[in-house]
């Protein structure tokens, strides 16, 4: 089992930038695919990007793909979501996730067993 920790949110203008972070604790990160979603307000939870474990893959929503970037510390045992030229619809609350098993539904939130709290990321006009 492991757990899942998320930081790194905040207030930030748009076209600025945050780097997102989100530890695990329990069990090695490397044996599990990763997820990114976030929930807007009034919105459902959206799938953001993915890190696949036994391949290394990525995919991204097409309204972050060039924007943001998902990437792993295998040594910190940390999953980070870098995110640039952040507009006020990036606006949610973003949250990290993680399975053992890798799945071509990457993009569903139902895929992850194992959820962090989540982050608040603001951004303003």
């Known amino acids: 089992q492991v757990r899942l920790v998320e930081s790194g949110g905040g207030l930030v203008q748009a076209g600025g930038s945050l780097r997102l972070s989100c530890a695990a604790s329990?069990?090695?990160?490397?044996?599990?695919?990763v997820g990114w979603f976030r929930r807007a307000p009034g919105k459902e939870r959206e799938f953001v990007a993915a890190n696949t474990r036994r391949d290394g893959n990525t995919y991204y929503a097409d309204s972050v793909k060039d924007r943001f970037t998902i990437s792993r510390d295998t040594a910190k045992n940390t999953v980070y979501l870098q995110m640039n030229s952040l507009k006020p619809e990036d606006t949610a609350v973003y949250y990290c996730?993680?399975?053992?098993?890798?799945?071509?539904?990457?993009?569903?939130?139902?895929?992850?067993?194992?959820w962090g709290q989540g982050t608040q990321v603001t951004v303003s006009s």
């Open positions: 996730a993680a399975d053992p098993y890798d799945s071509r539904r990457y993009a569903a939130p139902t895929t992850y067993n194992y």
């Open positions: 329990g069990r090695t990160f490397s044996y599990y695919a």
